[in-house]
């Protein structure tokens, strides 16, 4: 009774509520009164310069190449110290699965496979903003959707650009956009719950989002066949904006409850101070239900840079890559596990504050799965032959994760599978399964190695 009460006195709330969405907080609480199961949540999060497969092994655990590995192998994770450039999720190590031997090959590799990395499928150098699919991150928004399908941000080594095109994708040449400045995504997404001049300027973009639309509208009209699929795709590009504005006013009360507080790390010159401010975005984002999915790039694509100055690292990305990254002893190795350190120490943050924010019978973070991976598969100069992960998270118990380390059977070798499998998997356990994803690699067999979720991954 205490229960159905509870329920009933919610759900008078949300008609009082008029057409403002419901907080995600009461949303939450209803769906558990309810006895509902809620939509899991998905964060992807890509770093430029290569994961080798050894540094994602401990050092108490063997390590073999990925061509002798012959057998699916899972080890109990807990029983082992997280390896250096890892060792800021110690504390957290009972969601934390290492994941090895995933191939993407169907990428090609190289020094990043840009939108490959999240769609499966090859890019030349002179097309990374022209994707060739839909990327796992947005196809997985849209089956998930907050009031928003999907969030992106980033840092940049250059503290002038604003945004890159080359990692999500909602279609074939429809790149997204992922912002690079803490400040102008701050104000893309919860500026319609600040006060003063960001809220006037947000409902003057609404307003001309609408005549922008209105035009292209009667452009169109105006050409009939003349008008082609140019004037499609911008109207398509103008009414999604204009959508998404209203989508954010409809929840301005929500989003003022869960807004970040702007500090200086918004506006810093210093790339890393950025990063920590677009952790913090993300954060917020899932916490006030802005979206249940979000993509964060730490200099994805960016190779003759120098991102992480403010911690030290002075060489480039391109400067360590050389030093090495797949022998225990490369003398880019501390350099490698500094910049991933710097990572996961925010990965580790958004952990602790999930786990702080109930939700049904436990936390958010009980129902959310974190995604680590480098825009360029392996090492340096990637073949893609193997794709390491580090995953934080079960979703709620629908996948099979947290305290293992597990090794896939190497390329070609029976029981191998790909990152297109594995994103089938998260499709599965999102409630749109999907036998295949992304282009499939010729050489390898399409039937056990490429369709259908990974049975070793499902609870």
């Known amino acids: 009774?205490?229960?159905?009460?509870?329920?009933?006195?919610?759900?008078?709330?949300?008609?009082?509520?008029?057409?403002l969405l419901?907080?995600?907080?009461?949303?939450?609480?209803?769906?558990?009164?309810?006895?509902?199961?809620?939509p899991p949540r998905f964060v992807f999060v890509l770093q430029s310069n290569g994961f080798d497969a050894i540094q994602a092994c401990p050092e108490t655990i063997p390590f073999e190449p990925y061509a002798n590995r012959e057998l699916f192998e899972s080890l109990d994770l807990t029983e082992h110290r997280?390896?250096?450039?890892?060792?800021?999720?110690?504390?957290?190590?009972?969601?934390?699965?290492?994941?090895?031997?995933l191939s993407g090959k169907s990428t090609g590799g190289g020094h990043s496979t840009s939108s490959g990395a999240l769609g499966q499928y090859r890019l030349s150098g002179a097309s990374t903003t022209a994707p060739l699919g839909i990327t796992i991150d947005y196809q997985l928004g849209q089956t998930v959707p907050g009031i928003l399908p999907w969030i992106g941000v980033g840092m940049s080594a250059n503290a002038g650009r604003?945004?890159?095109?080359?990692?999500?994708?909602?279609?074939?040449?429809?790149?997204?956009?992922?912002?690079?400045?803490?400040?102008?995504a701050y104000n893309a997404f919860f500026s319609v719950a600040a006060a003063g001049d960001l809220n006037k300027r947000f409902h003057l973009k609404r307003n001309l989002l609408d005549y922008m639309v209105d035009d292209v509208k009667h452009t169109q009209k105006a050409l009939g066949a003349l008008g082609g699929v140019e004037l499609e795709a911008y109207l398509d590009a103008y009414d999604s904006l204009a959508k998404r504005q209203y989508r954010l006013l409809d929840a301005e009360d929500q989003l003022r409850k869960s807004a970040p507080r702007p500090d200086d790390r918004f506006t810093s010159t210093i790339a890393t101070r950025r990063l920590e401010a677009q952790f913090e975005i993300a954060s917020c984002a899932l916490i006030g239900g802005l979206s249940n999915v979000a993509t964060i790039t730490s200099a994805a694509g960016?190779?003759?840079?120098?991102?992480?100055?403010?911690?030290?690292?002075?060489?480039?990305n391109h400067q360590y890559g050389h030093m090495g990254g797949n022998r225990r002893d490369a003398r880019g190795i501390p350099l490698y596990e500094k910049s991933r350190g710097f990572v996961m120490t925010q990965i580790a943050k958004?952990?602790?504050?999930?786990?702080?924010?109930?939700?049904?019978n436990g936390t958010m973070m009980d129902n959310t799965l974190i995604v680590y991976m480098s825009d360029a598969p392996d090492t340096h100069h990637s073949t893609a032959m193997e794709?390491?992960?580090?995953?934080?998270?079960?979703?709620?118990?629908?996948?099979?994760?947290?305290?293992?380390?597990?090794?896939?059977?190497?390329?070609?070798?029976?029981?191998?599978?790909?990152?297109?499998?594995?994103?089938?998997?998260?499709?599965h356990v999102a409630g749109a399964p999907q036998e295949t994803?992304?282009?499939?690699?010729?050489?390898?067999?399409?039937?056990?190695?490429?369709?259908?979720?990974?049975?070793?991954?499902?609870?």
Request: charged share 20%.
């Open 22 to 38: 419901l907080g995600a907080l009461t949303e939450r609480v209803m769906a558990n009164a309810d006895g509902n199961t809620l």
């Open 387 to 427: 794709w390491p992960m580090l995953l934080v998270g079960d979703l709620g118990g629908r996948l099979k994760l947290g305290g293992r380390y597990i090794n896939y059977p190497g390329y070609g070798k029976p029981g191998h599978r790909t990152v297109g499998s594995f994103y089938s998997t998260l499709l």
């Open 82 to 101: 997280l390896p250096n450039g890892l060792a800021p999720l110690e504390a957290h190590k009972k969601r934390v699965t290492v994941l090895q031997g």
């Open 302 to 316: 960016e190779i003759n840079a120098q991102p992480y100055l403010g911690i030290g690292i002075e060489e480039s």
């Open 162 to 184: 604003n945004a890159t095109l080359s990692f999500s994708a909602r279609g074939p040449h429809k790149p997204l956009a992922i912002a690079l400045n803490p400040e102008k």
């Open 350 to 360: 958004m952990v602790s504050r999930l786990e702080s924010m109930p939700e049904g």
């Open 437 to 459: 994803f992304g282009r499939l690699d010729p050489d390898l067999d399409e039937k056990t190695m490429q369709t259908g979720p990974c049975p070793e991954l499902l609870a």
């Open 1 to 19: 009774m205490l229960v159905l009460n509870r329920r009933q006195s919610l759900k008078g709330l949300s008609l009082g509520a008029g057409s």
